[in-house]
């Protein structure tokens, strides 16, 4: 069981802010203390540079630095030199598009992504595309907010057949997947639907039909909610961000299989990424500090360590089981009270999805919705969220989108419910 | 940012003065917030240097769909030289509340449009 007061005592902002609701966790989210103490330590402690001195304070904070390594690596079932620090998962997104598209995309080759990707996953590739004269393939949505992948992408169809997590051989990537094609980039949970995406039986089937395509899988949004495996998901790079799973911000997460990191060019240039400089020529040092030039984020990398612990001691199983069943409850509230009133966004695979809730309120701009809830301490998103080509194809402009952690319960879902009652009546609806 | 959404601003969103097409307007702009999806749409028509029509379409939230009202009503009779000196401070007047770093953008929205059309 999830002990929620328990847990809210562990992160500070609640004794700061005692009536906050906190809604916003997919943005980012809150930070217990453990995290903050790590942070507070390196810099009271042993806040030197590290891999540079062979004074024992630069060895300390390397030790610490490459301990947060191993325990990420552990974290995905990926070994240590496949982690590689970036400064989010956007940065890790983008760090592909440059060393590894850029390398390997020629003209008329496919790269396969799908509407629901946050704008990081889905710009880098579009604009890859169109440098390099590459197909660049959308994979649509059906009704219930599943990826589509019975039906040629682009064009609309409902699909008939209901995908199951554990058949693989409902899953139709005929068109979609093809020869030419070199990278399946998708997300595997939508930051707006809350839809989990059935990763390793899509890698199952697309490998199949390609063996060499190169599937990149955005965690952003599972990372902080599910247990990941890398080796059993199948695929070829993972990334995500340290601050949407209890870290500090400035720190992400990009694994990827060692044989490709080797084959890829480097990012950046410069600092702890050479392993010869000479007048006329470089060498580089392997993965994963190839790819990691100049000083990076050392207090923060430090601190994702607690993080992980901290998500390891409550265990993901419980805290994704936990974060559904609120979900669920919120939904059934938010129906009960506003019926036809609240429009929830894909709607469809409510029982099925992470603690994500994008709405539409009456007819009402989220902003003014956002914006009367926050005059009661409820934190949730307005906008588009970083996902226009979504919110196009679903045909609303922007949406509100209230997202569950654990340290939420059911008090926050009724101070929700109760908040938007406010709207109502402040607009006279 | 207490109460923003005061009786005046519930009544121009709910009630937008100047909402609408103009057949034959001297010129008419569309402007956007990318951050919300706000899109107005104004259009005016001079005699010589008056306003002697204006009205606006669009899309938006409760600002800045009061914004757009409360300004269309005080620019029609207005020449252009007075519409030049309009700006971000008189809008907040207009408004009467005090917005946030964010919202402040909703409330500009039609200003941006007015001065395309100046």
């Known amino acids: ?429 | 940012m207490f109460n923003i959404y005061t009786e005046i601003i519930l009544d121009h969103y709910q009630h937008p003065r100047n909402f609408g097409e103009i057949k034959n307007p001297t010129k008419k702009v569309e402007v956007a917030n990318p951050l919300c999806g706000d899109k107005i749409k104004m259009m005016i028509v001079f005699d010589k240097e008056k306003v002697t029509e204006v009205k606006f379409t669009g899309v938006g939230c409760a600002i800045s769909t009061a914004s757009a009202s409360m300004l269309t009503e005080y620019i029609k009779g207005k020449t252009k030289e007075q519409l030049k000196k309009i700006d971000k401070n008189f809008i907040i007047k207009m408004l009467g509340v005090s917005l946030g770093v964010n919202r402040i953008k909703c409330a500009l929205l039609s200003l941006e449009a007015l001065k395309k059309l100046l």
């Not at chain 1, 007061?5 to 980012?28: G, M």
């Not at chain 1, 590739?125 to 169109?130: F, M, Y």
């Not at chain 1, 601050?243 to 060692?258: A, D, I, S």
């Open chain 1, 1 to 429: 069981m999830i002990n929620v007061l328990k847990i809210k005592k562990d992160f500070p902002i609640f004794e700061n802010n005692p009536s906050l609701v906190y809604l916003d966790s997919t943005a980012t989210s809150l930070k217990p203390r453990p995290v903050i103490e790590k942070l507070v330590e390196y810099y009271s402690k042993y806040s030197a540079n590290i891999f540079r001195g062979v004074y024992s304070l630069s060895e300390k904070a390397t030790k610490e630095y490459e301990k947060t390594r191993e325990k990420i690596a552990k974290f995905i079932n990926g070994k240590k030199e496949e982690i590689i620090f970036t400064r989010n998962t956007t940065e890790g997104l983008n760090l592909l598009a440059y060393s590894l598209g850029r390398k390997i995309i020629e003209k008329n080759d496919e790269i396969v992504t799908t509407i629901m990707e946050h704008h990081s996953n889905f710009v880098p590739w579009q604009i890859l595309a169109q440098e390099s004269g590459a197909v660049f393939k959308v994979i649509n949505i059906n009704q219930s907010g599943d990826l589509d992948l019975y039906c040629k992408n682009i064009k609309i169809k409902k699909s008939k057949c209901k995908m199951t997590m554990q058949n693989s051989k409902l899953i139709n990537l005929n068109n979609i997947i093809t020869k030419k094609t070199k990278i399946l980039t998708l997300t595997y949970i939508s930051n707006v639907l809350g839809t989990v995406n059935p990763i390793k039986e899509i890698v199952m089937v697309a490998k199949k039909i390609n063996p060499k395509v190169i599937v990149i899988v955005d965690a952003a949004q599972a990372a902080p909610h599910k247990k990941i495996d890398v080796l059993d998901l199948g695929v070829d790079f993972l990334a995500f961000s340290s601050h949407k799973m209890l870290g500090p911000t400035g720190v992400g997460v990009l694994w990827g299989k060692y044989d490709l990191l080797c084959e890829m060019f480097p990012f950046n240039f410069g600092g702890e990424m050479i392993a010869e400089v000479f007048l006329d020529k470089t060498f580089f040092k392997d993965p994963p500090y190839k790819f990691e030039a100049g000083t990076p984020a050392i207090a923060e990398v430090i601190a994702l360590s607690e993080a992980v612990s901290y998500l390891e001691k409550i265990g993901l199983e419980k805290i994704e089981a936990y974060e559904k069943e609120l979900v669920q409850l919120a939904y059934q509230r938010l129906k009960e009270e506003f019926g036809k009133n609240i429009k929830i966004l894909g709607e469809g695979n409510i029982k099925e999805r992470s603690g994500i809730l994008a709405f539409n309120f009456y007819n009402l701009h989220p902003h003014d919705v956002a914006q009367i809830l926050s005059e009661k301490n409820i934190c949730l998103r307005s906008g588009h969220h970083c996902a226009q080509p979504l919110h196009q194809f679903l045909g609303v402009s922007s949406s509100c989108r209230a997202s569950f952690y654990f340290y939420n319960d059911k008090d926050d879902v009724e101070k929700l419910v109760e908040g938007l009652k406010e709207v109502k009546i402040k607009f006279k609806l």
